[in-house]
């Protein structure tokens, strides 16, 4: 232990113990200001691989590479100092055994220091979660909807709308539980199946698109903010800021043209900005 200051982060256990108590309150970060402006609000920060789709304009999250979640996932460290965070392993960096998973999950970790690791898991993934587990990486699964299938899948489809996909998701979620996952993210199902699965494994389930049935909810933050023309239909809309901000985009070129702007260097000096 160093005589350094520790920081109280949400831990783990901290989070695992929430199970049928109050709601998680989650959200994805991708960069240091908007990791700052959720801290003080969320009891987990993902820096998902939706990163990709959201920040760099891919059509899937496909082609996010492990240096991408370790760029941005330093970069929400400096950001966030209490919410735990935890960061996606992107397609092709897990699937191949658990020591290949165990390999980038705990390069992750050391480069940026990051307490978790989210994996989708279908039950294939029970070995690796248990791998990863055993040796002391705190791991979440995420099942239902998984977005690194959605190619297999042709497209982002909820889950569990037949009998043998509703079974196919319930497995999923009880291989996650029992090879020690400290919290699983369903995703895409209907609120029946959210609350049997939530009542049948023992760790808290975090919904996305999947109700109030589960132990907590996470969105992508920029859905919620309005950041976007479209959005899921299961999302909440928070603000508006792709208008505000076109808005004031506008009004800034307006300005600038009519040559209203400081040019003075002494201005470079920081000030509070109240309102
Ligand atoms: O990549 C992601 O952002 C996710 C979610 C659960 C939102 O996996």
């Known amino acids: 232990m160093s005589a350094q200051t520790q920081v109280r982060r949400i831990t783990a256990p901290q989070i695992r113990a929430r199970k049928g108590q109050d709601p998680l309150v989650c959200l994805t970060a991708y960069d240091a200001p908007m990791a700052r402006l959720l801290d003080p609000h969320c009891d987990l920060l993902l820096v998902g691989d939706s990163v990709g789709m959201v920040v760099h304009g891919l059509d899937s999250t496909i082609g996010v590479t492990l240096d991408m979640m370790i760029l941005h996932g330093r970069a929400v460290m400096r950001g966030a100092k209490r919410a735990l965070v935890a960061v996606d392993l992107p397609f092709g960096t897990y699937e191949n055994s658990p020591q290949q998973a165990f390999e980038n999950a705990s390069r992750v970790m050391c480069e940026?220091?990051?307490?978790?690791?989210?994996?989708?898991?279908?039950?294939?993934?029970?070995?690796?979660?248990?791998?990863?587990?055993?040796?002391?990486?705190?791991?979440?699964?995420?099942?239902?909807?998984?977005?690194?299938?959605?190619?297999?899948?042709?497209?982002?489809?909820?889950?569990?709308?037949?009998?043998?996909?509703?079974?196919?998701?319930i497995d999923e979620a009880i291989a996650t539980d029992?090879?020690?996952?400290?919290?699983?993210v369903i995703e895409g199902v209907a609120e029946d199946l959210a609350r049997e699965i939530t009542e049948a494994v023992s760790v808290p389930t975090i919904g996305i698109g999947a109700s109030a049935a589960c132990d907590g909810q996470i969105l992508v933050t920029q859905d919620m903010l309005g950041v976007f023309d479209w959005t899921p239909k299961f999302v909440k809309r928070y603000d508006n800021q792709a208008e505000r901000s076109s808005e004031a985009f506008a009004r800034y070129a307006d300005e600038v043209r009519s040559r209203q702007f400081p040019s003075d260097a002494q201005t470079y000096s920081l000030k509070p900005v109240d309102g």
């Open 178 to 184: 029992k090879a020690g996952a400290f919290a699983i």
């Open 112 to 169: 940026t220091g990051c307490q978790a690791i989210k994996i989708e898991s279908g039950t294939y993934a029970a070995e690796t979660i248990a791998f990863m587990a055993e040796r002391s990486i705190p791991v979440i699964g995420h099942i239902g909807l998984r977005p690194q299938a959605a190619l297999a899948d042709g497209g982002f489809k909820a889950k569990g709308r037949t009998e043998a996909e509703r079974q196919r998701v």
